[in-house]
């Protein structure tokens, strides 16, 4: 649940399962989402820069904004890891039902205006294949980068045994297929902001904190008593 804290009025939460305009997004989250997405820009472009596709920085300064740049990521990551179990943020990520419902929607659903099979709520931030996609992209992707990229970086600690050559060659490898992998997670997740009720509802969402959703009477409980999510008419 939210920690970000502000008064509501209880006139304005009068029955279950009626929509409001609710604070979703914490700032921190925001702040961690827009962080995270420059920083991979940043680790992307100077990625291609370093493997030769383009000449727009020299090779000594983009290995050094590429290694500065993972390196905050890196830290970010530890920090928002620490974020999600000590507020119990965790939860968003675990698997849920109803991946095969969500994809049918995207795949056809929407194009014949059939409503979201999933609600967003409170406690309910993602869809199921979201989950699915975070998981994989914290659990798959970003530690072999992560470990991929502090390996190379190490290599003068290694390079006198006799398997350094293939071993470099197989830690570039993974590398740079991961990074392509967070490559293609980046442009599907652009489009799918496209996919919200307006073609910036959800960038909106991410920017403000702010989105309609429905609440249960529990939620709706929860609010009147702590006051503890914020909330506009």
Known sequence: MSSNTSSVTNASIKRRGEKHYVMLYTRYERFWHWSQALLIFTLFYTGLGLHGLHD??????????????????????????????????WRQYLFKEGVMK???????GILVG??????????RKQNALQSLAYMSFMLLIGPTLWASG???????LWS????????LTLIAFAHTAAAYLMGTFVIIHVYMTTT???????????????????????????????HAVSMKD
């Open 196 to 226: 919200g009720k307006t073609p910036t509802h959800y960038i909106k969402t991410m920017i403000t904190g702010y989105d309609n959703i429905e609440l249960t009477e529990a939620e709706v409980a929860y609010i009147e008593e702590t």
């Open 102 to 108: 969500v994809i049918r929607f995207y795949a056809y």
């Open 150 to 156: 502090i390996i190379y970086l190490l290599y003068d």
């Open 114 to 123: 059939e409503p979201h099979p999933y609600k967003k709520g409170l406690q």
């Open 160 to 167: 006198g045994y006799s398997w350094s050559g293939l071993g």
């Open 56 to 89: 727009w920085l020299d090779f000594s300064t983009a290995v050094v904004v590429h290694s500065y740049a993972a390196l905050a990521l890196i830290l970010l990551w530890i920090f928002t890891t620490f974020w999600n179990f000590t507020t119990g943020q």
